[in-house]
Structures are given as structure tokens and as C-alpha cells.
């Protein structure tokens, strides 16, 4: 999945804490996809998503310098910024998106087939079911499985310990196997 080995991207970190752009052109390559999908999934709109990334790396731009995990996948740090420029936006506006809205602008490549209209309907179920938990087990579980964060990554993203965010997630993965049982009638 990603075009670096862990040691690369550590090694091209450090050229852009050092301040090295074109190292950091190579970071926004390889994180851009993950933080865009991180905010498409919680802004109104394509157009939101859009400039929030392009402000979330600008941001990161600047504070890259002061990074302080050098040896770290950067991509929490990433999440970090984001998280707080959609809560600024979210203050704003007052108005996020529908499921199926965020859904329809997801950008797939591939044909409308019978497998994948199954598999839209499936990830709209669970975007509804993960909109019923708690806002922090939602948040673990998002960042944890769609962000494909580490434990300890989501950890420093939410501002809790390991435990804490081990917690949210049994709680949360525990509140939706319920869900899905009642809905779906599985054990």
C-alpha cells in the first residue's frame, strides 16, 4: 500500500523537519489519500474536503518543523491537525454531511457492479451503526480501522492513554455486533 518502506519515510521525515520541501512534497503524497479520506467521511461536501486537506497540509507545512516523533509514522500528526480544523469547521457551519452523501462522492474507478452495490449498502449500514455509538468509541473505531492507525497512534490523536482507547474500541466493536445482531438477526 504505501510507496516507502517504514525506514524511507523516516529518513524523509527528518529531511522535512529539516526543511527539506521536496521531502515534504513526497510526505503529502504518501499521506494525502489516508487525511482526505479521514475528512471526507466527517465534512458536508467534495468541495470541503477538498480545501480542508489542502489547509490541514499547509498547516502542517508550517509546523512540521516543531514535529517532534522524527522516527514515528507522521500520519497521526496528520489526523491531529485535521481533527481540529473540522471541529473549527463544524463550529462554523453547524452542518455535516448525510451518509449517503459522503458515500456518492467517495471516488471508486471501478464498475457499478452487483459486488460492489452489496458492498455500498454494507458500508452505509455500518457508517449508520457507527453513528449511533458514543462520539470517542466512534472516534477510536474510525481512526483505529478507516485511519489505520496503530493503538498508540490513536491514542495521541485523542489524547488518551492505550488503555482508554483499547476500551472505547471493545465498548464500540461490542455496541455494533449488538446492532447488527438485533438488525440482521445473527449470532
Given at each position: 500500500m504505501s510507496a516507502h518502506t517504514p525506514e524511507e519515510m523516516a529518513k524523509i521525515v527528518e529531511r522535512a523537519i529539516a526543511g527539506d520541501r521536496d521531502a515534504f512534497g513526497l510526505i503529502y503524497e504518501e499521506y494525502f489519500t489516508p487525511v482526505y479520506r479521514y475528512i471526507l467521511f466527517r465534512v458536508r461536501s467534495k468541495?470541503?474536503?477538498?480545501?480542508?486537506?489542502?489547509e490541514i497540509f499547509l498547516k502542517a507545512l508550517t509546523a512540521f518543523a516543531r514535529y517532534e516523533a522524527k522516527r514515528e509514522n507522521p500520519l497521526p500528526f496528520f489526523y491531529t491537525i485535521a481533527k481540529n480544523a473540522i471541529i473549527d469547521l463544524g463550529e462554523k457551519r453547524r452542518v455535516y454531511a448525510t451518509d449517503e452523501e459522503i458515500l456518492t462522492q467517495i471516488p471508486d474507478d471501478a464498475m457499478q457492479t452487483e459486488t460492489e452495490a452489496v458492498r455500498r449498502e454494507e458500508r452505509l449500514a455500518l457508517k449508520h451503526a457507527l453513528r449511533k455509538l458514543p462520539d470517542d468509541q466512534r472516534e477510536a473505531l474510525e481512526l483505529r480501522f478507516m485511519g489505520?492507525?496503530?493503538?498508540?497512534?490513536?491514542?495521541?490523536?485523542?489524547g488518551k492513554s492505550e488503555t482508554a482507547v483499547r476500551q472505547l474500541q471493545s465498548r464500540g466493536l461490542r455496541a455494533l455486533r449488538e446492532h447488527f445482531n438485533e438488525s440482521y438477526g445473527t449470532r
Amino acid at each position: 500500500m504505501s510507496a516507502h518502506t517504514p525506514e524511507e519515510m523516516a529518513k524523509i521525515v527528518e529531511r522535512a523537519i529539516a526543511g527539506d520541501r521536496d521531502a515534504f512534497g513526497l510526505i503529502y503524497e504518501e499521506y494525502f489519500t489516508p487525511v482526505y479520506r479521514y475528512i471526507l467521511f466527517r465534512v458536508r461536501s467534495k468541495e470541503d474536503a477538498d480545501e480542508l486537506t489542502q489547509e490541514i497540509f499547509l498547516k502542517a507545512l508550517t509546523a512540521f518543523a516543531r514535529y517532534e516523533a522524527k522516527r514515528e509514522n507522521p500520519l497521526p500528526f496528520f489526523y491531529t491537525i485535521a481533527k481540529n480544523a473540522i471541529i473549527d469547521l463544524g463550529e462554523k457551519r453547524r452542518v455535516y454531511a448525510t451518509d449517503e452523501e459522503i458515500l456518492t462522492q467517495i471516488p471508486d474507478d471501478a464498475m457499478q457492479t452487483e459486488t460492489e452495490a452489496v458492498r455500498r449498502e454494507e458500508r452505509l449500514a455500518l457508517k449508520h451503526a457507527l453513528r449511533k455509538l458514543p462520539d470517542d468509541q466512534r472516534e477510536a473505531l474510525e481512526l483505529r480501522f478507516m485511519g489505520n492507525l496503530s493503538g498508540r497512534d490513536v491514542a495521541r490523536v485523542m489524547g488518551k492513554s492505550e488503555t482508554a482507547v483499547r476500551q472505547l474500541q471493545s465498548r464500540g466493536l461490542r455496541a455494533l455486533r449488538e446492532h447488527f445482531n438485533e438488525s440482521y438477526g445473527t449470532r
